[in-house]
């Protein structure tokens, strides 16, 4: 007898210890696979709102990315606080070099640019971009899980 179990002999296990009178027994339902997957040669889904919690989900990351314009957040910003990395993590602009969570959280770099000591205002992008996830709200979501980095999950929005 083999000493490893597999996820399906794992559920048929657990499975027995409840009686049950349908054919379908189980415990824990199956988790149903969500395809974020979608084709260059089609036109984009509707995305979701910006403000929708779904870290797994390309197109609610898309859709918090949009928010960012050059109008509203400045190009000039340091790479440690870039639209990239707020919008995974949750924040969306919601004025002018100031970002927002759905949690209700809110900050603003609207003075890093002023600032005329390059290596200052790098500095200080990096420390608020390490700080990014600690400013949502205590119950907020974004503070647990975040859009993954791997490069697979930016590669289906570039295609």
């Given at each position: 007898?083999?000493?490893?179990?597999?996820?399906k002999r794992f559920r048929t296990q657990l499975d027995a210890l409840?009686?049950?009178?349908?054919?379908?027994?189980?415990?824990?339902?199956?988790?149903?696979?969500?395809?974020?997957?979608?084709?260059?040669?089609?036109?984009?889904?509707?995305?979701?709102?910006?403000?929708?919690?779904?870290?797994?989900?390309?197109?609610?990351?898309?859709?918090?990315?949009?928010?960012?314009?050059?109008?509203?957040?400045?190009?000039?910003?340091?790479?440690?606080?870039?639209?990239?990395?707020?919008?995974?993590?949750?924040?969306?602009?919601?004025?002018?070099d100031g970002v927002e969570c759905r949690c209700g959280a809110k900050w603003g770099?609207?003075?890093?640019?002023?600032?005329?000591?390059?290596?200052?205002?790098?500095?200080?992008?990096?420390?608020?971009?390490?700080?990014?996830?600690?400013?949502?709200?205590?119950?907020?979501?974004?503070?647990?899980?975040?859009?993954?980095?791997?490069?697979?999950?930016?590669?289906?929005?570039?295609?």
């Open positions: 007898m083999s000493k490893t179990y597999s996820r409840v009686p049950s009178t349908t054919k379908k027994r189980r415990i824990f339902p199956s988790t149903p696979t969500l395809q974020h997957y979608h084709p260059s040669t089609l036109p984009l889904p509707p995305l979701p709102s910006y403000t929708t919690y779904e870290p797994n989900n390309p197109l609610s990351y898309l859709a918090r990315l949009r928010t960012f314009h050059p109008s509203l957040y400045s190009p000039f910003l340091p790479h440690f606080i870039s639209p990239i990395k707020l919008a995974g993590n949750g924040w969306f602009c919601s004025s002018r770099v609207g003075g890093l640019i002023d600032i005329k000591d390059p290596r200052v205002r790098e500095e200080i992008g990096r420390r608020l971009g390490e700080g990014m996830v600690d400013r949502h709200m205590a119950g907020c979501g974004w503070r647990i899980l975040s859009c993954p980095g791997t490069s697979s999950f930016f590669l289906i929005l570039t295609m």
